[in-house]
Each structure stands twice: as structure tokens, then as C-alpha cells.
């Protein structure tokens, strides 16, 4: 009869008992969860650790003697790795014994505790972390090549070239299970006999996420260590690759991805064979095989074994997932990885390429041109220009034909690798291990001639796909062919015929080199585009039968690289380049050697964006940025009523305010919409500081006064007399402190300031007058007060209800005039008001207004009262040669008139509320949020500890994980521990959502839980 699970039991004081009876160490046991043993971390006075396995009644002496050694084998080859080691017991043997309570033979070892986290536990699991993981894979196996012990050689269900008993458990699964697992074993029965010949080795085999340990550095964690050698064995080394990367990529969108880090780590430091890479992918789901079936049937031996069923739903998650993942583009990708050529015959087709040298002219003899000019369509390309010009296939058409007007004799052509954003829909697009991720990599290169034009073929050939593709508007008629060469074959890809170029084709058809294949498609029926032939090679099919890829994601760019050559190595023209994407460095350097220190970037990997659209912004390798960030682009990025409001205007007049021009007058005429009547004249200027800058010369002149009152940790602006206001900054790094004639209030924070609660705005009023009070006392009256209705470099400081109203009544009866400065909240951010000020039921003497007014083009404007206009003008002229003009003019219009019409303002009320209450959701899981605060589409979220002290690492950290999830974020405050949600406000709910869904997945990881 099968022992019971619960019959091995052995107590914790039993345990006790054990370790200090057989190797004198008297220490507290804890069990531990295993598979076959018994164990217990024992942890003695001195507070050593250890652990004690206590075998099963059945173990044989050998197999643990086996472990033993080996563990003695590594400690002695493997200086840099933590092994555990293997402790003699008092009559110096390594395998121990005792008897139990039954009176059964028990042997009993004990092993050094290493330190460290499991790395099932560990979260997140980066490719950095996989990375070490491999070369401790790695570097173990490498040890092995020298261990020998007649108990490796052994009948082992859980040796992967022992698979074959997992055939006779196929009834255990489901229909669709069965058919995930039959297909493993049947790829891998096609294998079998290259497998068998695979070198051979002792190996861990058994590097599951519990058997791992990581180190205790949160930040940059790494794999230290191995355990548990209980599943050591002779057998193929590719297995131990297997079974490392197997686990490593539980749970991961993309498990190809996944693995070559653990793949890179492991070949760095044991080189693997490309023969051995060439079962890697069937053995990863041969072990997941494994594992279902060990699982299926513990579930009927062992039910009350937990650990047994530990990986079974993510085993079975992966297998399916696995499955999926195309087994030709795996071992390409895994022989990259390794430093082989991706594609077995790249090196052949560039060999043979070398000597083949053809006209473009012979892809289209009836178009009379030979020659190339490039087109660039990469996702910064000014020519492509707007979003909604080159979706609009008429406008795209139109420059085309303008483009090939100029040069009539030459084919525009070009695209080879290029990165593109243009692919507008979802079906290029995916989730992947880190957020979304979209196909971007342009892998032929495209001819743009008219429809109609012939399109001969290069070489003998025969059709393997000729298809209407044009059902889901990727290729519409579709040819590709296949030519043998030498001692490989490579294919053709012809897209963008038209269909009937395609239905006239079988499968079969045998095509002779120079040959007529068909003509290109007129717009739609070849896809989106106006009329162009999409020629691309491929030295491999992978499993496609019908179609092709034109597009790869950019992670995949080297290994589609080498699958699908460069085109022009047929032609070798030297028009047609592939895209490079190396442009960073030299970015980075020239900023470093030209531009001034002063300057920051953003991000600990700064970020290269080419094209902005909505509330996207996108790299140079198409990678799409959720943009939480920018008011800026306050109607969403390059919107197209903006940039053809500015486009138009330039072509036509861009001068100063000297002529009398309408556009003036409608900015002005739009802004008085939005304002109350008290404020109606205008000043326009070019930036947020220089609106300041004015207006602090218009009080100043006003009252005849110098002194200002402005609040702690307040920004206006980067000129002098704005930096003099700014405690942000001169209260700052680099800082020469207060100025004589500024007068600083505290930071009115009822969250972490001076006064705190909802009744703290007279507190902080009080503080105003108290400033008053002693510039009075020095003999002198104030010119103004300035603030901003949302604190925003203080931390998106809401103003405590109140303040603002006291306040603007002790500045007013001083004398003073009171400034709000809406550079960054104003323009319907805050939802409910159009203005900030609005929503403390005050009126200002002056609003300055910057940032959102250009959606990115430079103007900002002053408004006043007439009292305060009247005042200012003493006779000096104002001139500035920028503000006010015609093109300016019309962008602040087209902005203002978008938020209107595209009801921004209400948008950021509902957006802003839902995202609001979903953060304060948030902040009740993640007691780190301690504060959710600000109105509509300006939001910050603060993050301190227990006793509220600001955390800044967490938000630094926090802000690079979210960008490495796609999702841009700020921090500010002058602790900068505070996030700031600013986006464009076309922000929708949606996006509000995966803001949410990443900042929970991030919020999770171990640094950010940490104490
Ligand atoms: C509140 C506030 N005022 C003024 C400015 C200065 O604006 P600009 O950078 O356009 O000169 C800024 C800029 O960040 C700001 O945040």
C-alpha cells in the first residue's frame, strides 16, 4: 500500500531533536514546503541558518550521497556562486540518519541556508533578473562537466529525454488539453533522433521558480543561487536551459520574449550549440508537458499535497501560450540570441546576393524609370507630416504624385526597417511583457508607382501564395514566390497587387524569371495607401501559408533582420538605406558637449520622441508613450485644426502687432468668452515667464511699489524678475535665496504644510498678512501678490478653501494687485472653471496665461483690468516682437475654439473625477499614496511613508517603471515625491483606466511595498 502523505510527518520538535542528536546544532525548526523530503529552516542561538531534509522511509542511501557530492563538487568549482553547502554530521558523514516514529530509516542532511528571496516571490521579474538567472544556470552546468556519480544515470520521470511515459497518460486531459500536449509530443517524436545525438552532461534540471534564490536587493535584484539537486541528472544539456527558462517565463505575455534573457545568460557562460538550440522550443513544452501530467496524476496519488500542484495552472497557461509562439521564429530568435546568424542561410543569401546585381527597372520594365528616389515614412518623417493627411488616402495620393512630378524619371521607393506609426489600427498591436507594444518594423521596401504599373519577377520562381489580402486591408492582392538557389531557397513577397494580379495565380504556378506577375492595385483595393508595390525577401515562411508579415515589433528587429534581407542587397542601389536606430548616444553627446548643463532630461534611459498625436507620443522605434504629462499639448498632440490654423497662417502673413490684423482680435475675442468682464485687456507675449515678467512690471508700475508676496516652493517663470519671485527656485539647488524685495508665505499645504486640514486656509491667509505686515514695518507698501490657483511645482498643491479670498482682501487693502497665474491650470484643466481662479470665487487684478494657449507654439498672454491697463500705460511703449502676431494668433484661437467644440473643459471634469476617485480607490490599497488631490485633468498623487515623510526613491522609481510600461509621468513638490496627472485633455476614461491598471501593477512590485 502507498505510504500516506501524512504518515512522513515529522514535527518541528522532532526536527529539533534530529539536528542537534546528529550534527549537534540546537536550533528552531520551521517546516518548508518540498517535493519528496521533509524540510526544516533551522536557525540556531547564533543565529546560523540552516536547512534540514529529512527523507522519505524509500530513499536509497546513493541518490542522496549523490546530491552531497555534488553540492561538495560545486562548493569547491564555484567561487562566485552562493552554493549551499553540504554539512558532515558528528561522525563526519554527509548523509546522516535516524529512525522515526515508526521506526523507519531516515537519512538526514543538512545543508547552509543561503540568504535571498525565492524567485517565485519576486516581483518584478525583469529580463535583467532572467539575464542572471541564465548565467547561473550557466555557470552551475559548467561546473557539472566535470562531476560524476553512477546516481546520475537514472530511470526519471522529470528527464526530459524520458518523456515518452507522458503518452500513456493522455486520458488524464481534456480534448483540448490533450491536443496542446499531443502536439509537444509529437514535435518532439520528430526531434527525437537529432535530440539523441545532443551532448550529454550531469545538469540541475530543475531551476523551477521555487528552487531559485534572488538576492534581497530590491532595486536591482539577482539570481544567487540554486537549490534542491534532488532532480540532477545525466541527460541533454539543452534541458537544463529548457527547465530554467520555462519557469522563468511563468505568467508573461510574451514567453518568446522572455526567454532569451535567460537564454543569453546561459550561453554567455556555457556556450550552447546551435544544433542544441534547435530543440529548445519543443523541450520548453515538453517539460510543461511534464509537468501537467506529474501534476494530473499527484492530484489522484497525493491530494493533500499542495506543493505538488503548485505550477499547474501556470504550467498550463504557458503550454498554451507556448504553443502559440511560432517554433521557426523561436529558433531563430534563440540562435540571434546566442550570437548565430538568426536565419540558418542569411550568410548563404548574402553570399549568393553579392553576385546578383539587378535593374529596379526589371521589377517594373513598363514604367520607363530605373533609378530611386527615397521617401521617408519613419514616425518623425515631416513629409508624412499629419495623422490626418496621411490617413485621408487622397491627401496621401496627392503628395505622392506631387513628389513624383519633381522627379518624373525616378521611383520613389525606401522602408527597409523602417520604424512607422502609420499602421493607425489594433491589429498591430499587442500586450506584451512590458504594456502595449505595436508593430512598427517595416521589412520590404515599397515602390510607389501608379495603379496598373506591370510588376515582373527577378527570378525562376514558383507561386506558394497568391491571395486576396484584401479583406482586412493589409496586402490586397497578394504573390509570393519561392526560388531555389545554390543549395537554399529564399521567397519573393509581391503586396499590393491587384487582386485580380493574384486570382489569376494558383499555388503551383511555376513563373519564369522576367515575367509578368500582375499590376499594382488601385487604392482600396490594395490596402490603405495609394498605389505601391511592397517587395520583400524572406529566407524562411515561418509558419505562414497564406500571408506574411510586412511589420515585426522592434524588439524583434535583429532577428527579422536575418530572416527577411535587405532588398537592396538585389539592387545595391545606394538610395535605398535601411533605417538605423543608433541615434541616441550622439543625441546625448552633442547635448553634453553643446548645450547648456542647466538642461535636464528626463528618465534615467532619456526618452527619443519623434511624433506626438492625442495624448501619445512616440519614439523613434514607433513605441507608443501614454503621455500623463504634458498640458502643454493641451488639445492633445499636433492637433490637425491646430497645426492647419498655424500651417495656414504662416503661408500666408506672420508679422508684428504694428499692423492692424483680425487675428488678434479673435484670440482676444475668444478669451473674453471664457473671462469675467472685469478682466478684458490683453497683452500678448511668448511664454509663461515672460506673461509674468509683464506682469509683475504692470503692479509694480501700478502701485509704484517693488515688493512682492509670493508663496514657498512657487514657480512663475525663468527670467530674472520671475526667478526673483520663484522660492522653487531660489530657495532651491544653485539658489542665491529670498531677494530683498520678494516676500515668501508658506507653502498654504493642508496635506504636509504648516497648517493642516480643511480649515487652514485663514491660517495661511494670516501668514499673507503677517508678510504685509513686515514689509509695512520696514516702510514700504507691496506692489502685488502673486500664486497659482493649483500649486504645481509645490506638488499639485490645492489651495485650502478660503485662502485665496482673505488673501486677495489683505493685498487689496494694502494696495496691492493680485496676479493668478494660469500658466499651467488654465484653459478648462480644472473642469468645473475655465479658470483657476474661479474656483476660490476671486477675480485677480492680472492673469497670466501661458503653456496650453499654443498646444506647443510659443504665446502666452496677460489680461487685466482696465484700472490696472490704465495704470500701466505711463507713456513707455510696449513692444514685443513676437507676441500677438498673426500666426500666433491663429493657433491660441484654434485652441481655444477646439476645447469648445470638442467640449475639453467637460472632459476634464468627468475624466478628471472618474480618475480622481479611482486614484483615492487606489490610495486605500497603497497606503505609500497618501494624498489624491487637485481638480479636473490636474491631479498629483503624494507619496510618503507611515509617518507621512516624503518618499521620493519610490516615486523616482515608480515614474522609470511606469515609462518602461509606456505610460509618461512627472514628479514634483519640493520633496518630489509628489506624481503629477497633467495630460493632454483629450485624456479619456480609457486611457484613465490603464493608467490605473499599470500604477496597481507597479504599486505591487517588492521596492514599492518595501518598508
Ligand atoms: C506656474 C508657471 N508659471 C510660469 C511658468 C513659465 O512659463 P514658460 O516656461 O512658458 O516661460 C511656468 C513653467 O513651467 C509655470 O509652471
Redesign the pocket.
Known sequence: MALEYTDLIISSLQAEKIATELFGVDGKAAYLPGEIDLNFKLTDDQKRVFVLKISRPDSSFDFLDYQQRLLKHLETRNASIEHPKAIADLKGDLVSSTRDASNRKRFVRLLTWVPGRIYSSVNPQTDALRYSLGQTCGTVSSALKSFEHPSAKRNFQWDLAQWKWTLSHLDLFSSEKKETILYFQNLFENKEEHYKKLRKSIIHNDANDNNIIVSENLLSPKVKTLIDFGDAIYTQVINDVAVACAYAVFGLEDPLQGVLPVLKGYHEIYPLEPEELEVLYVCLGIRLVISATKSALNKIDEPDNTYLQISDTSAWELLNKWKDVNDKLALFSFRHTCGYQGHPNEAAFLGWSQGQTFRISELFPESGADDVTPIDLSVGSTWLGLKEDFADFSHFDFKIDQMQKLEPNKIIAGGYLEARSVYGTSSYDKIGNSGAESRTIHLGVDFWLPAQTPVHTLFDGEVITAVNDAGDKEYGGLIILKHQVDQFYFYTLYGHLSVESATSHKKGDQISKGERIGVLGNYPENGNWPPHLHFQVMLSMLDYHIDFPGVAYFKQIEVFKSICPDPNLLFKSNVLKPAKFDQENQLIQFRNDHLGKGLSLSYDNPLHIVRGSGVYLFDSTGRKFLDTVNNVAHVGHEHHKVVRAGQAQMAVLNTNTRYLHSNLQELAEELIKTLPQELSVFHFVN????A?ELALRMVRTASGQKDILASEVG????SNACIEISSYKFDGKGGQGCPEHTHIFPMPDAFRGKYRGVESGKDYAGEVKNQIDSVEDLGRKIAGFII?PII??GGQVELPEGFLKSAYEFVRNAGGYCIS?E??VGCGRMGNTFWGFEQHGVIPDVVTI??PLGNGHPI?AVVCTVDLAERFSNGMEFFNTFGGNPVSCSIGTAVLRTVREERLQQNALETGEYLKNELWLLSKKYPILGDVRGQGLFLGIELVDANLNPEAEKASYLVNRMKAHGILMSIDGPDHNVLKIKPPMVFSKNNALELIQMLEKILDEDYMRSG
Open positions: 511664454s509663461g515667464s515672460e509674468n514657480y512663475h517663470g525663468n497659482e504645481s511645482c497665474d500658466v499651467q501661458g503653456k502666452a
